[in-house]
């Protein structure tokens, strides 16, 4: 008696992996379609939207769950901006699916066909952002176009996720989980766009290889060297011109204008927070890094680096810094 059931649930697995070998041909399908075809997904809709910005006119892709963007061209990219709407919206079931997003009816970034190489999109705070897909004098997509769409635009359209609440983590984080997550749809809308950004990543790394990463204070906000100069002693003065790791004690005062935001080093760092992502993944699984993710970006407001600190403890048993320290990026290159 138990042979048949067994037949049955090969056949079921078979008929799984089957299906989801079919939906990966056809999603790689959607994000290479030509110039002229519309292709046509069971619950992707895609109606035209009303009006227009000077000779921009606009689709709008819904997906599951009421998640849409909406797609603007010019004349010339009308062809390719349909052609690739569904591909779009396949997107954004892909990147709920994967980051676990619960929202209805949410609007993601926007995306412009264009082929005005000083096109400009409106700015402002009613302004969603949108992304720029260059084309052609013919209307057709440019590599550098294939790319925003298939690799850059994934992983913008994680950090849309990561803001839904307006949380403000560290960098390392937005940004090694916006490529995560970005790379998993890249990979499966178009391989060779994914392989090209881990390429680039990697290649970026090796250049700077040597140089301290120091993750945690990606993107946090110092001062100008000139600004504390222009405040201290002669003699400090002298000092700090002749040794540029000198730091002068003391207390200064500064304006919004003496203050950078530490972006040194950024192609490694991206590498590193990739990495460190893919660690996590390999060791406690997806499902629990998703789960990180979610809790991470769940609350308004800047997420300290205390608060971190208990979030990697509570989902990875680790410290944050302990986490960050472990980071050696070219030996996880892909
Ligand atoms: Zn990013």
Redesign the pocket.
Known sequence: MFFPMLLVAAAEMHSGRMEVAAEIARDRALCSAPSGKRRTVRGIVVTDEPGAEGVYRRLRVTADGGAYLIVHYDPASESIARARAACLGRQLELLRGLTGDERQGAQWYSVVFTNAANYSPPRGPSEVARWTIETDAAGRLTEAGQRTLTAVLP??Q??LFQYRMQALPPRWF??GH??WV?LKVSDRIDPAAAAADRRLKAEGAAKSKGQPLNLAGWGSVRPKREAIMRQVSDEDRARMMRDPNFAPSGSFRFTADDLIGDESNIVAR?HAATALFERLEREHGAEAVHAFARETTATAGRVTANRMDELVRKHFNIGADALLADTTPSGTAR
């Open positions: 992983h913008e994680v950090h937005l940004e916006a490529s970005g991206y």
